[in-house]
């Protein structure tokens, strides 16, 4: 056999092998088009037999060639090209139903994620009246604390300013400068709120 002979057989060879692993890759796909989702370039050569005739996946040994060429192994590999054809229609078939399902599923978690949101939402609401109602607690006991000692004696009443002084330092919301719109007051007892 002259070298160049054996050059077209060993061509010949390595292009049967691309295409016999080029339909492994599609059988592949056909069983698990999850897996092959993010492969753009094996998205594209599915579209078509050109594309998928210069399709190429080193890793695999799959390399590309012209349609015509890559018919012509077929037909030696398998007894007709319509095999890899239909492998191809299938994976490509098998793929856009993957993607469907996936967008579904995204659909889904976004309804999901919405309805979170909402009940977040609505936590928030029920955490804010409960928080007005405390800041209505403190400011009445504050209120009631300083109208009984002013009844008292001297001694008293600066105990009480001392302790009241003490628990406002205690309380961490207090620490925290808060917007007057979002205070409200009791009847007469904003003029003692800025007096603490």
Known sequence: MSDRSEKIANRLQADAK?????????????DGPESYADNVSLGAALRSQGALAKYSEATLGITPMSLNHQKRVAERCFGSYDILDALRKNARRCSL???????RTKQGSKADL?????????????????LFILQRAYD???LQARTYAQAADTATQTRCLKEQRELDASFSLRLKPIPAS?????????????NR
């Not at 692993?21 to 592949?28: E, Q, T």
């Not at 139903?97 to 967008?103: G, L």
């Open 182 to 194: 979002n205070v409200s007051y009791l009847p007469g007892a904003h003029k003692n709120a800025h």
């Open 140 to 142: 009445l006991r504050c």
């Open 97 to 103: 139903s993957a993607k469907v399902r996936q967008d």
């Open 18 to 30: 691309s295409v016999e692993a080029l339909s492994h890759l599609l059988r592949s796909v056909g």
């Open 114 to 130: 919405q309805a979170k949101v909402k009940e977040i939402e609505h936590e928030r609401v029920l955490l804010l009246q409960d």
